[in-house]
T-cell receptor, first 112, second 117 residues
Framework: GNSVTQMEGPVTLSEEAFLTINCTYTATGYPSLFWYVQYPGEGLQLLLKATKADDKGSNKGFEATYRKETTSFHLEKGSVQVSDSAVYFCAVNAGNNRKLIWGLGTSLAVNP | GAGVSQSPSNKVTEKGKDVELRCDPISGHTALYWYRQSLGQGLEFLIYFQGNSAPDKSGLPSDRFSAERTGGSVSTLTIQRTQQEDSAVYLC???????????????FGEGSRLTVL
């Protein structure tokens, strides 16, 4: 079946450090891939997405590239800020219009 | 309102009691989803409403769970005879017409944390 595996947290970084949160998936067909973020005290919100192979999603300095050959969608940011402290979720839609498949979430803490 | 609103934000109940969780979606959003997030688990799909169509209930874990959506807007998730394994955060999301899980543009509420003692 379809599944998502993402890097376990918590991840703790200093401000301006480079961030990578790994996400790999198994899915049939041509899934769409997403990263959601949940800031403290707020609801989940879409961070970025990619809908076909080699697409790069980007937002707020974060990027992720849809790699079909490695079935991966790793989230990266070149220089994290304290305000990036949140929980990040990778998700896959494998053609079903209603049921995103989610990773377990990775907690990121950025220290000043 | 400006965002998806859920209530209560926290609910503690005794095993065997019934609970109701409410979701008020963003105005104009025709699709509404309920998800459950248990400790250490990803988000688990429960139910999906789209306009006047019959809801997709395929994710409901047992017949103790039910949901309705009145007037195409507010939704209530009801859990009857609660069990300890029902303890989780219940998340509601809505999306605009023509969008939804297929495009990933779901707007989530902050969730209702349910604790069953």
């Amino acid at each position: 079946g379809n599944s998502v595996t993402q890097m376990e947290g918590p991840v703790t970084l200093s401000e301006e450090a480079f961030l990578t949160i790994n996400c790999t998936y198994t899915a049939t067909g041509y899934p769409s891939l997403f990263w959601y973020v949940q800031y403290p005290g707020e609801g989940l919100q879409l961070l970025l997405k990619a809908t076909k192979a080699d697409d790069k999603g980007s937002n707020k300095g974060f990027e992720a590239t849809y790699r079909k050959e490695t079935t991966s969608f790793h989230l990266e940011k070149g220089s994290v800020q304290v305000s990036d402290s949140a929980v990040y979720f990778c998700a896959v839609n494998a053609g079903n219009n209603r049921k995103l498949i989610w990773g377990l979430g990775t907690s990121l803490a950025v220290n000043p | 309102g400006a965002g998806v609103s859920q209530s209560p934000s926290n609910k503690v109940t005794e095993k065997g009691k019934d609970v109701e969780l409410r979701c008020d979606p963003i105005s104009g959003h025709t699709a509404l989803y309920w998800y459950r997030q248990s400790l250490g688990q990803g988000l688990e799909f429960l139910i999906y409403f789209q306009g006047n169509s019959a809801p997709d209930k395929s994710g409901l874990p047992s017949d103790r769970f039910s949901a309705e959506r009145t007037g195409g807007s507010v939704s209530t998730l009801t859990i009857q005879r609660t069990q300890q394994e029902d303890s989780a955060v219940y998340l509601c999301a809505s999306s605009r017409p023509g969008q939804g899980s297929n495009t990933g543009e779901l707007f989530f509420g902050e969730g209702s944390r349910l604790t069953v003692l």
